[in-house]
């Protein structure tokens, strides 16, 4: 079992960057794919990026690619989202979420779930 813990949320301005952190307690954290969503007012939570348990393998939603960044560091059980030149579009709750097995887009394939972290872009 994996709980997962979001921080680094904040306001920011179009352009700027911001790091979230995801930091996932249980001893079997390394056996799972990682990925981060997103839910904006109104709209249904979206797959945003994903890594598979080594890090090997990422895989990004259009909108972010080149822009965000998902990495993980296992010795720290803790998943990471660079986002880089961010858009008012971005604004969001992020999401941290983790299932056993591979990279997947639909959200109902992943088990566990944190709390979620605000990220408001300004333009």
Known sequence: Q????????????????LRLSCAASGRTFTTYTMGWFRQAPGKERE??????????????????????????????????LQMNSLKPEDTAVYYCAARPGGILWDRRLYNYWGQGTQVTVSS
């Open 47 to 80: 797959f945003v990026a994903g890594i598979a348990w080594s890090g090997s393998n990422t895989l990004y939603t259009d909108s972010v690619k080149g822009r965000f960044t998902i990495s993980r560091d296992n010795a720290k059980n803790t998943v990471y």
């Open 2 to 17: 994996v709980q997962p813990v979001e921080s680094g949320g904040g306001l920011v301005q179009a352009g700027d960057s």
